[in-house]
């Protein structure tokens, strides 16, 4: 059902906007994309003439109901693009809270959750249904905190070494700065989120250890310290990280070339449900890719919060090499590689609500029209 005007403006926060601008003022977008993300175009001639003002320019994008602008790569922009990630990955995390409960239990004590078939049904057997969703708490807590770094920052990131490598540079080597965009972001992201995994792995795989969060965060901290939480903070940056660099590297290449190959339209004229169709299907692909990539790490972070005093060797020793890499992985990619396309569906659909372009793709040939022309001016 379509959003009216006066609905979009009370469910948008008044913050994300900057104040209106002059109709005379020459607004300008940087046009961000995977084939080049330094174009720019002109989005109204100055004062009407056709040519470009040497005044003051701001990089806006209108919003859907026009309460103002929003300034790309403004603080506004940022704080949409941290919403968006609260939303995406608390949202789709607390979602999956079954599967990655039957996931973890598989990967500390695979004699008694021997498949995931089997896992399911001892849960159900052993917990009722009120036990597929135990550590829901730390689970949305946990990665709305990691979302808001890792998208906010990812797209600061992204920017910022773009701006250093210089316009050339960066169209040339932009899937190594989506690496180290995102890879940056997910350092961050990490931090965020390291003391809630560590009480949701332990609430999820030591019946009778709490509740939840309320109970299990100062019962961890007791038994633990405070630096406990902590512990398996290195093992989740060697998960995490490759895991965030697959994911957004692959992302923006694979929806690249949706839109180079696989769809006839620009994307500028596609509609936006055809977009976000693109945005999820392109973070399913990208999701399986992440699975892969990260799941050894994954085995090494469930196995470390759920001992107490347990090393990376104690994991080696007890799981295998064989077996950090593939025990609980079909489960995974199918946890991940939905999870994953739901991240990026609900981000760019928020985006779009904000009046903001979905992320990725090519950009259309009147823009680069446009920028060239900008850059001869």
Known sequence: MAFSENSRKSLIPSFLYSSPSSSKTLFLEKVTNSSNPTLWSSSSPANGSGGFSSSKRTFVIPAPSEPGKVELYSPQYYAACTVAG???????????TPLDLVKCNMQIDPAKYKSISSGFGVLLKEQGVRGFFRGWVPTLLGYSAQGACKFGFYEFFKKYYS?????????????????????????????????????KVRVQTQPGFARGMSDGFPKFVKSEGALGLYKGLVPLWGRQIPYT??????????????YKYAIPTPKSECSKGLQLGVSFAGGYVAGVFCAIVSHPADNLVSFLNNAKGATVGDAVKKLGVWGLFTRGLPLRIVMIGTLTGAQWGIYDAFKVFVGLPTTGGVAPAAVKVAATELAKA
Request: net charge negative; proline share 3%.
């Open 245 to 258: 660099m697959m994911k957004f590297a692959s992302f923006e290449t694979i929806v690249e070339m949706m």
């Open 86 to 96: 609260i939303l995406s990955c608390g949202l789709t995390h607390m979602a999956v």
């Open 163 to 199: 701006d250093i490598a210089g316009p050339e540079f960066a169209t040339k080597y932009k899937t190594l700065i989506y690496l180290a965009g995102s890879a940056s972001a997910e350092v961050i992201a990490d931090i965020a989120l390291c003391p809630f995994e560590a009480v």
